[in-house]
């Protein structure tokens, strides 16, 4: 636990100030990185797949996907690479049917393609306007959700929500979770509107909230799973005391870009 709090302690101002004080570009080198780790935890942690050739390929693809979400997004451009990446797959796989399996190749799309494109929501949030205040907001979700989760579930929490898959999680945690999500949500809107005189939308931020808190806890269990069906504790070790990044950012995939999407159809920030 120490080594835990010490480690978020550090981390998190690190954090803030990359996403914050840096240009973006630095925001989307952070993910980039962390993209590419999080491919190499997904596939080969997991056992999932052990060519190094796919795994290769795919973690290039997750850098090319990141830095992709920095800059203007042109379409063409992310043909070609989709195409490209599809068809590497696929030559390895035929180059190697006997030991490369279609199944080997699909989790290498989810793990070189979805995973990064969904951690990039947070540098496509970052470029956008008021860009410097929305990134906060997946943020406020997926730590105020898990941290109110974790308090109310040592206090009260009773009932298993999901023994077998996350043996800790209750459901009096979960709930305590999506309140402390959607009241530190709350929080931060206030803070907007009455510290940054902004003018806000308090019907779009209960909706963020209620949502959010709700997929944070759905990207926490469906990570664990993946882990429970491998056989593992954790993806990596990169993080003492929290582990590799997909076990503290899982929720936090799903997070970022469910709040992109609300922000583009329901703006927080009154322009």
């Known amino acids: 636990m120490k080594t835990r709090i010490i480690v978020a302690a550090v981390g998190l101002p690190l954090l803030l100030v990359v996403l914050l004080a840096l240009p973006p570009i630095a925001t989307a080198l952070l993910i980039a990185a962390m993209s590419v780790v999080a491919v190499y935890e997904l596939l ?21 996907v990141s830095l992709w979400c920095s800059g203007d997004m042109f379409w063409a451009e992310a043909l070609i690479g989709l195409w490209v990446y599809v068809i590497a797959l696929v030559c390895l796989m035929i180059a190697s ?12 799309v989810f793990a070189g393609l979805i995973v ?19 990134i906060l907001i997946p943020l406020v979700l997926c730590f105020g959700t898990d941290s109110a989760a974790y308090f109310v579930g040592c206090a009260i929490g009773k009932h298993k929500m999901a023994p077998i898959i996350s043996p800790k999680k209750s459901w009096e945690g979960a709930v305590g979770g999506a309140l402390g999500g959607i009241v530190l949500m709350f929080l931060y809107t206030l803070i907007l509107d009455l510290v940054f005189h902004m003018e806000v939308q308090y019907a779009a931020c209960i909706l963020y909230g209620v949502l959010g808190s709700v997929t944070c806890v759905i990207g ?27 076990d503290r950012f899982d929720s936090m995939s799903f997070v970022a870009p469910l709040t992109e999407a ?9 322009a």
Do not use: E
């Not at 190094?52 to 795919?58: A, K, Q, T």
């Not at 990064?116 to 929305?134: E, K, Q």
């Open 116 to 134: 990064p494109l969904m951690l990039s929501a947070l540098t496509r949030i970052r470029v956008m306007d008021y860009g410097r205040y929305y």
């Open 262 to 270: 609300l922000l583009l159809l329901l703006p927080l920030i009154v």
């Open 220 to 246: 926490d269990l469906a990570f664990s799973v993946i882990k429970r069906q491998t056989g593992i504790k954790d993806y990596g070790s990169l993080l003492p005391g929290h582990g590799g990044v997909l």
């Open 44 to 64: 080969w942690a997991t056992g999932l797949v052990k060519d190094i050739r796919l795994i290769g390929v795919s973690m290039l693809m997750a850098l090319t």
């Open 97 to 108: 049917h006997a030991q490369l399996s279609f199944q080997n190749v699909c989790i290498s």
